[in-house]
């Protein structure tokens, strides 16, 4: 054992020194890959005049400048993730580079799902069932407006350095994953993380980026939606009140509204999401990724 592993790094220092050298090196956020989990993927160019192109099962990933520092020149990366119910079982990354071509595959590790019960009161229970069965084409148009809305690429990079929880003080009171029964009969997976806190709690930014939405929906109640570039977006959901305005920059860290409970939410909460692209991924992996500020 001891000497396969010897040999295994003589053979690599070995092919390292003879050249056999991929011009990229590549990082993920996480080794072991689940449904549902936020990825970073980090590459390196090696060699500055060769091209760096890069695949996940099959599909061409847009590389964006890891930041314009001078220290992070040659630094590309790509957030990525996938679905708590729908996911491949596992996952290719072919990196192509002037020097040849390199595959890296990850198998995704099933997590064991929580099961909650959401109890709505009666004015709540009203609302979901008015939004599930007689407004089922509203919930629907919310819904698809949202998945259309994500569906856009964000090419330019507004985050800077690590990001931050949302609300500072607060109490974790659903996770992300969850299947929750609904004491209408309705089943659902949470996709976002819910923090309970007392109403007009301020909400931050959790890095630097452009609201492209702020405004109020039936379901969601007051929202505001920021891009931060490189098809990362957060969501804030159930707002009391909203402090932006769509299309304005906002800071790290700047308050963007209040902890309310517009819309269908079972007392005051935020309702945090993180999306890539249209896929809503888990949001308190966010502020555990490894980013250099
Ligand atoms: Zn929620």
């Known amino acids: 054992m001891f000497i396969n592993t010897f040999l295994k790094i003589l053979f690599l220092s070995i092919s390292l020194r003879q050249g056999a050298v991929y011009a990229a090196r590549f990082y993920c956020s996480q080794k072991v890959f689940h449904p549902g989990d936020l990825i970073m993927v980090h590459l390196i160019k090696e060699d500055r005049d060769s091209t760096l192109r890069v695949t996940e099962n099959k599909q061409e990933r847009r590389l964006y400048p890891y ?7 040659n630094h590309y990366f790509f957030f990525t993730g996938f679905d708590i119910k729908y996911y491949p079982s596992q996952v290719t990354y072919k ?32 609302k979901l069932a008015a939004a599930t069965r007689r407004n089922r084409k509203l919930a629907m148009a919310e819904n698809k407006f949202f998945h259309n809305f994500f569906s856009n690429e964000s090419t330019n990079i507004y985050w800077e350095g690590g990001f931050i929880q949302p609300v500072a003080v607060c109490r974790l009171s659903s996770a992300y994953g969850k299947l929750r029964t609904y004491s209408t009969g309705r089943k659902s997976y949470h996709r976002g993380v819910d923090y309970a806190a007392p109403t007009g709690t301020s909400v931050r930014a959790v890095n630097r980026g452009r609201v492209v939405y702020a405004g109020r929906k039936r379901m969601r109640g007051r929202i505001i939606v920021i891009d931060h570039g490189g098809n990362l977006f957060t969501t804030y959901w159930h707002l009391n009140n909203i402090l932006v305005q769509t299309g304005s920059i906002v800071e790290k860290g700047a ?17 945090f999401g993180v999306r890539i692209l249209s896929m809503p991924v888990n949001g308190e992996m966010l502020w555990q990724l490894d980013i250099d500020n």
Request: proline share 4%; with cysteine; net charge positive.
């Open 255 to 271: 308050a963007i509204g209040t902890v309310g409970e517009t819309g269908l939410a079972s007392g005051p909460h935020l309702h």
């Open 67 to 73: 930041s314009s520092r001078a220290c992070h020149r």
């Open 95 to 126: 990196i192509y580079s002037a020097a040849g071509c390199r595959t890296i595959i990850k198998h995704l590790q099933p997590v064991s799902i929580a099961a909650g019960k959401v109890k709505l009161k009666r004015t709540q229970k009203k």
